[in-house]
């Protein structure tokens, strides 16, 4: 009787064991069926190198997991950073079916250089900054500046006709 005893211990202890596991198997499984929705942010931007009195135009797209446009986000959150990592101007791009579209009005004051829009979502903020979307542009000189000559320096010459008495 005792080993009888024994032996429906070892029985139930088993069987709870293994239904645990079957329970916690369910429960990863359908976690990873049904994940949190994780967004894509990418910025097409009109060029990749700019004078540093331009205008950065961009056109913003939002994306779900599975490509499709994302129509929970409204508004997307777009810096312009300098390589130094100093915000030289911020956004917010308002998302209507997953697009989005703004510009950056550069001054002549920036310097020539590389230069970094980061884009992100209010939901993205929650999974660290490794989520958010970095473009990198360049920026170079002066626009006005090089496109103004010098003074051309004209030879005129007057000569007589051939043929007059």
Known sequence: M???????IAFISIDSVFSQAQTIDSIISSLQKDQLLFEKVFIHTNKTIYHSDDVIW???YVSENNNKPSVKTTILYVNLFTQSGELVDSKNILILNGLGSGQ????G????G????QAFTNYMQ????QNKYIHKLEIVG??????????PIYD???FPKEGIC
Not at 2 to 8: G, V
Not at 104 to 107: A, D, G, Q, T
Not at 109 to 112: A, E, K, P, S
């Open 104 to 107: 950056f009005e550069l001054k």
């Open 58 to 60: 961009f056109k913003a």
């Open 126 to 129: 929650n999974f660290g900054a």
């Open 142 to 151: 002066d626009l006005n500046h090089e496109t103004q000559k010098s003074n």
């Open 114 to 117: 590389s230069y970094y829009i």
């Open 156 to 158: 005129v010459q007057l």
């Open 2 to 8: 005792k080993y009888l005893y024994c032996l429906i």
């Open 109 to 112: 004051d920036l310097l020539q």
